[in-house]
């Protein structure tokens, strides 16, 4: 068995309880999943709690290879970040097309906006949205709650509020929410997902070998078609990359795109581009 440590977003989705099956019966391997935030996954990985962590805050990842904690680093799939909220919209975010904007008339408004507050790569988002802005989110409206995706969307709902969201989790949840989405399509707000192995050198009790035949697989033929073909209400919740160069230059590409990076150019395609249509980048 392996422990892989991932984020809500992914386990709320429920693409895990397609994939991992498919794994063990093609490797006799049993996948234990730790679900949690990104900043939390990654800081159980350092302290060599879990084999491996799929996770998807890029400049965390690329630090986290950096130091030496984790190992081949591989792009698996992607989605993008949404910002949802009451259909009335006060703040009158919707279509905007610049989510920095959206968020900065959220806080003009002093409207009500959950974030989860829990250091995940949804909430790591948020921050450089905030920041790009030009915002300290600090007025009364502004909640943190420390919880899971799919809890700060019931959350948000119950509150009438604005949030940030991935699309695989929201396109789980929407049918028991009344949240609508106001902005997407801002390639600030692509969301890519990848895999690492927590480095042996550092821990060196952990089954490299046998996280490393997962995201062999993940990234593999049989992985790519079952992530492709995972779909919630119709839409696909996490294209995945085809090919092995688009998965590694993934991760390079969605950090020239941060906000606050130090170059603002990004592919001639963004990854989350043809998300709505289901086609490959």
């Keep these: 068995m392996i ?14 309880d397609v994939l991992l099956p498919a794994f063990q019966a093609a490797t006799g391997i049993e996948v ?14 350092k302290d ?7 996770v998807h805050a890029p400049a965390q990842e690329t630090q ?16 993008d970040f949404l910002l949802v909220g009451p259909a009335s919209d006060p703040a009158g975010i919707k279509g905007t097309a610049s989510a920095a904007e959206a968020m900065a ?13 829990d250091n995940s790569g949804t909430h790591q988002k948020e921050l450089k949205l905030w920041r790009a802005a030009g915002v300290e989110p600090a007025w009364a409206g502004y909640r943190s709650v420390g919880r899971g995706m799919g809890e700060t969307l019931t959350m948000a709902n119950e509150m009438s509020g604005y949030t940030l969201t991935d699309r695989g989790t929201f396109l789980k949840f929407h049918s028991k929410v009344q949240l609508a989405v106001l902005v997407e399509g801002d390639p600030v707000l692509d969301n890519p997902y990848s895999m690492m192995a927590v480095n042996p050198k550092k821990h060196p009790h ?13 990234t593999g033929e049989e992985g790519r078609r079952l992530i492709a073909g995972y779909r919630i209400e119709g839409e696909p919740a996490f294209p995945p990359w085809p090919t092995e160069e688009e998965s590694q230059a993934a991760i390079r590409e969605t950090l020239a795109t941060q906000p606050g990076a130090s170059t603002q150019e990004g592919p001639a395609t963004q990854p989350g581009a043809a998300t709505r249509e289901g086609a490959g980048p």
């Design 64 to 79: 986290f290879v950096r130091d030496g904690w984790g190992v081949d680093h591989r792009a698996i799939m992607y989605n």
């Design 105 to 117: 008339k959220i806080a003009k408004a002093g409207a009500v906006f959950v974030s989860r507050g």
């Design 32 to 45: 234990q999943v730790m679900s949690m935030g990104t900043g939390k996954a990654l800081q159980v990985a």
């Design 206 to 218: 952990v089954k490299h070998a046998e996280v490393m035949k997962l995201i062999e697989f993940l």
């Design 48 to 54: 060599g709690g879990c084999d491996g962590v799929l």
């Design 3 to 16: 422990r892989l440590a991932t984020t809500t977003s992914v386990e709320n989705s429920g693409l895990l």
